[in-house]
């Protein structure tokens, strides 16, 4: 419970976490729509037609705390690049005022209720109409939202180019961080996780593939494995210190040295800078 309410306090985690809510209300909404404009009967459709209304209600109160969250959360973005700062206006521009739109949808899905069959059935046609283009809109804001997180770092996450970057640039100006993880992180993944932890093999523990970045965040079967800058949030370090009984990694071996330990967690903290490597599997048993 602390932990949530810590998150909750953190304005860029609140936004996070508000706006799945409208993700999914706005999918919910339309198969109810739909069955209400197909059933044409005054009485049977009623209750369906109550349900449209309220996840639409529910829709449209969602997107407006969503849209609050969101100003707040970008108070506390940190430097961006020129292309980060674009991505931002322009999910600004399309999560502005998008509560409206499904409170436009209440009003006409309220028609429905209207003795009248041919103004019944218009209402809910229309309803269909506008909560596709209202699930697109979310859609595409969600997608944008998502790009300024796992593209441009904007909620204090390493942006993918720079964890991916390889360039000969990088080699005149070695971060130490890259230092870290070639010189002290690299050799634990490829001596006790990738074994198990990748493409290659059949039956990939977790359905975990340890060997890129995308995989360690994409994660397996119990979610990303590593949230940079946040360790204890981290399945790895939940993996490697033994925390859970139920998931110990290395498998089948000794819990690694206290130092590997330390060096993945800093390693962690310090934002998970990754340089990407060849990775021969062996062959398995």
Same mark, same amino acid.
């Given at each position: 419970?602390?932990?949530?309410?810590?998150?909750?306090?953190?304005?860029?985690?609140?936004?996070a976490?508000?706006? !799945?809510?409208?993700?999914?209300?706005?999918?919910?909404?339309?198969?109810?729509?739909?069955?209400?404009a197909?059933?044409?009967?005054?009485?049977?459709?009623?209750?369906?037609?109550?349900?449209?209304?309220?996840? %639409?209600?529910?829709?449209? /109160?969602?997107? %407006?705390?969503?849209?609050?969250?969101g100003?707040?959360?970008?108070?506390?973005?940190?430097?961006?690049?020129?292309?980060?700062?674009?991505?931002?206006?322009? !999910?600004?521009?399309?999560g502005?005022?998008?509560?409206?739109?499904?409170a436009?949808?209440?009003?006409?899905?309220?028609?429905?209720?209207?003795?009248?069959?041919?103004?019944?059935?218009?209402?809910?046609?229309?309803?269909?109409?506008?909560?596709?283009?209202?699930?697109?809109?979310?859609?595409?804001?969600?997608?944008?939202? /998502?790009?300024?997180?796992?593209?441009?770092?904007?909620?204090?996450?390493?942006?993918?180019?720079?964890?991916?970057?390889?360039?000969?640039?990088?080699?005149?100006?070695?971060?130490?961080?890259?230092?870290?993880?070639?010189?002290?992180?690299?050799?634990?993944?490829? /001596?006790?996780?990738?074994?198990?932890?990748?493409?290659?093999?059949?039956?990939?523990?977790?359905?975990?593939?340890?060997?890129?970045?995308?995989?360690?965040?994409?994660?397996? %079967?119990?979610?990303?494995?590593?949230?940079? /800058?946040?360790?204890?949030?981290?399945?790895?370090?939940?993996?490697?210190?033994?925390?859970?009984?139920?998931?110990?990694?290395?498998?089948?071996e000794?819990?690694?040295?206290?130092?590997?330990?330390?060096?993945?967690?800093?390693?962690?903290?310090?934002?998970?800078?990754?340089?990407?490597?060849?990775?021969?599997?062996?062959?398995?048993?």
């Amino acid at each position: 419970m602390r932990e949530f309410l810590d998150a909750w306090g953190d304005p860029q985690m609140r936004h996070a976490m508000v706006v !799945h809510f409208p993700i999914v209300l706005s999918l919910v909404g339309l198969p109810f729509a739909l069955f209400a404009a197909l059933w044409h009967s005054k009485d049977r459709a009623r209750p369906i037609r109550w349900v449209t209304l309220i996840a %639409y209600l529910s829709l449209a /109160g969602s997107l %407006y705390v969503a849209q609050r969250s969101g100003h707040e959360a970008e108070e506390a973005v940190a430097p961006i690049s020129e292309r980060g700062e674009e991505e931002l206006e322009e !999910h600004e521009h399309h999560g502005h005022k998008l509560w409206m739109w499904p409170a436009a949808i209440c009003v006409v899905a309220g028609a429905g209720f209207v003795p009248r069959r041919a103004v019944r059935i218009t209402s809910a046609w229309l309803v269909v109409v506008a909560g596709a283009l209202v699930a697109q809109r979310v859609a595409h804001t969600a997608d944008h939202g /998502g790009r300024l997180v796992y593209e441009h770092g904007a909620a204090g996450t390493p942006d993918l180019v720079s964890l991916l970057d390889t360039s000969e640039a990088a080699e005149d100006d070695v971060d130490p961080r890259l230092g870290h993880f070639r010189q002290q992180v690299r050799p634990i993944l490829v /001596g006790s996780c990738l074994r198990c932890h990748n493409p290659a093999r059949k039956n990939r523990a977790g359905g975990l593939d340890q060997t890129t970045m995308a995989g360690l965040l994409t994660g397996g %079967y119990s979610g990303a494995a590593i949230v940079p /800058g946040r360790p204890d949030e981290s399945l790895l370090m939940t993996a490697v210190r033994w925390e859970d009984p139920d998931l110990q990694m290395p498998m089948s071996e000794d819990k690694l040295p206290d130092e590997s330990i330390a060096a993945l967690e800093k390693w962690i903290a310090d934002g998970a800078v990754w340089e990407a490597f060849t990775f021969t599997p062996p062959a398995q048993d």
